[in-house]
């Protein structure tokens, strides 16, 4: 027998916590799932040095107080249908195993993920996602003394190189792909936001440290030094369209900006718009009783997250006006989405980084020559097996659709590779009932 | 001072702080974590459980996703 809660939350970022945290206040029965080993997301996720961050904590006491379940390393990797209470269910997958967990509302917080783009070298060990690399160094890889190089496109690359300068890295240059004229317009709005605040003290403060920051410019190539198989990253070429110059690295930590998780919100059959869960003004997605925030609906940030979270929450219980309040907050995150996504938007050149012999999917192997002649994301799947690896896509996926074009198709459960057997089980039925209704009527 | 947690990898022990992932250990013991269909070398990338390539065995399990899992005193972690 699986348990039925009022209010499922899938995803404890900025995004989930406040959603948790808002429902549970009201009364509702709250369960809030996330896949990391702790609660917090990308942006709040804890460090071996510093503890968990201030901010999750805050919202941790509150879901403390309000009983709410919560329950990590956790993913949800199956949805079934309606049960004889009228609840839905999710499969849930751990290390323990598997467990089916029953929701009258369904609060999507699966936030973002990098976005990849292949280029000659990208898959030699000492290259690295520029959150992946942070991510590792707070979960205990020492930086002291290495030098870094830290490239790509987004906000998120101040914020990384700012961060790992502070573990002691040395960061031998942040190479932006955005042209500073394109990324000049966004500046003079960012100077009146706090977020905007935030990402342009880091460059100042980069700035100050002698830390060359270039715009306009971006790696066309990791080489290696060493025997074939001790290769490691030995530097990086640096071009911008008009002169190349190359620099000495230990690391390269590469992003290109971020690209929501819709998987899920997707084989619950909830709409998409412009690749982000479509959600009306009360963040309720297509489909009845499923609501999508945070980087779901749209790039923003953390405060964009925590503002969706909880009109999601209070829509939830049926407090319209109390949601309502908290529309202008939104809307100014939303605006900012926009102008972060027309700021680094990728330039041409970036579509041509990966010659013949590039690897485009890491997980099979598969080269940029191999998915030139095909035609569509179904006919490479067929003819190389690009997309059929353990990532399901997740990583190749936004790459050849910047590179060819590509629309992945939906996706199938389940949504990560899980043992046979807990695919094969039957749904639990869900009859436990508790908590008050949940209401789904419209306003 | 921070606790630390005494692991191995690949045979060689190894002290991490405690709540270090075993992905953030095997890139501590300059280690790759997984050899590609062609034969290359893989460290993690994303650090955030998406990619695949941080897969190692641990305690004798093949393919762990390791940045999504804790060490724990006395594990064996092996890389290819
Ligand atoms: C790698 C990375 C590093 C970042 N670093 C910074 C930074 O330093 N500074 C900054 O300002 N912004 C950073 N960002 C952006 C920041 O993450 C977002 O602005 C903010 O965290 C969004 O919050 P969210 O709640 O929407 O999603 P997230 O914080 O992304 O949280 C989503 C959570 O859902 C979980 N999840 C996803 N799918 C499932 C599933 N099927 N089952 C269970 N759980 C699931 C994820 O593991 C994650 O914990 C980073 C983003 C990424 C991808
Ligand atoms: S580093 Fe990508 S899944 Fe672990």
């Known amino acids: 027998m699986s348990e039925v809660f009022d209010v499922v939350v899938v995803g404890a970022g900025p995004g989930g916590l406040a959603a948790a945290a808002t429902a549970a206040e009201t009364g509702l029965k709250v369960c809030l799932i996330d896949d990391n080993p702790a609660p917090g997301g990308q942006i709040w996720r804890s460090s071996v040095l510093k503890g968990p961050s201030a901010d999750a904590a805050g919202w941790m006491r509150r879901l403390a107080e309000r009983q709410v379940e919560v329950r990590s390393g956790c993913r949800a990797v199956v949805a079934g249908g309606l049960t004889c209470a009228g609840a839905r269910t999710l499969r849930l997958e751990s290390q323990r195993g598997y467990a089916d967990i029953g929701f009258g509302a369904l609060i999507l917080a699966t936030g973002a993920r990098e976005r990849f783009l292949p280029f000659p070298g990208w898959t030699l060990p000492g290259v690295f996602g520029a959150g992946g690399l942070q991510a590792f160094v707070k979960s205990g890889f020492q930086i002291a003394g290495k030098r870094v190089v830290i490239a790509g496109t987004g906000p998120l690359l101040m914020a990384v190189a700012a961060n790992l300068r502070a573990a002691g890295a040395r960061i031998a240059a942040v190479i932006e792909q955005a042209p500073w004229p394109q990324l000049a317009q966004f500046s003079s709005w960012l100077a009146f936001s706090r977020p905007g605040k935030l990402i342009e003290g880091a460059a100042y403060g ?8 270039r715009t306009g410019a971006w790696v066309t190539r990791a080489s290696a030094a060493g025997a074939e198989v001790e290769q490691r990253l030995h530097s990086v070429t640096v071009s911008t369209g008009r ?5 000495e690295t230990d690391l390269l930590a590469v992003g290109f900006h971020l690209v929501p998780n819709t998987e899920l919100a997707q084989l619950l059959h909830c709409r998409l718009e412009h690749g982000y869960v ?4 009360f963040q309720r997605a297509s489909v009845e009783r499923i609501y999508g925030i945070g980087e779901l609906t749209a790039i923003g940030g953390v405060e964009k997250a925590q503002v969706e979270g909880r009109i999601a929450a209070l829509a939830v219980a049926g407090r319209f006006e109390d949601a309502r309040a908290l529309f202008p907050a939104r809307d100014r995150w939303m ?3 926009r102008r972060l996504d027309a ?3 990728l330039r041409e050149e970036l579509r041509t980084l990966a010659d013949g012999d590039t690897t485009v999917c890491r997980c099979e192997d598969v080269t940029q020559k191999e998915l030139a002649g095909c035609r569509s994301w179904r006919e490479a799947k067929l003819h190389t097996r690009c997309g059929m690896g353990p990532c399901q896509g997740r990583i190749c996926g936004p790459a050849t659709q910047f590179l060819f074009g ?3 198709p939906a996706p199938r459960p389940p949504l990560f590779p899980v ?3 807990a695919l094969e089980e039957p749904f639990a039925q869900a009859v436990v009932e508790t908590g008050q209704p949940v209401s789904s009527s419209s306003t | 001072m921070h606790r630390t947690i005494a692991i191995s990898v690949n045979g060689t022990p190894l002290e991490v702080p405690s709540g270090a992932t075993v992905a953030a250990a095997v890139l501590q013991a300059g280690a790759t974590s997984r050899v590609s269909v062609r034969g290359e070398p893989r460290q993690p990338l994303c650090g955030m459980g998406i990619c695949y390539e941080c897969r190692v065995e641990i305690d004798g399990r093949p393919h762990q996703r390791s940045c999504q899992i804790l060490c724990l005193p006395g594990m064996q972690v092996t890389t290819e």
């Open chain 1, 343 to 345: 700021a680094f938007a």
């Open chain 1, 243 to 247: 002169d190349s110059t190359e620099i």
């Open chain 1, 335 to 337: 605006r900012f989405a």
């Open chain 1, 278 to 281: 479509k959600a009306d003004a």
């Open chain 1, 206 to 213: 980069l700035k100050l440290l002698g830390v060359p920051c």
């Open chain 1, 406 to 408: 590509w629309s992945a």
């Open chain 1, 419 to 421: 043992e046979i057997a």
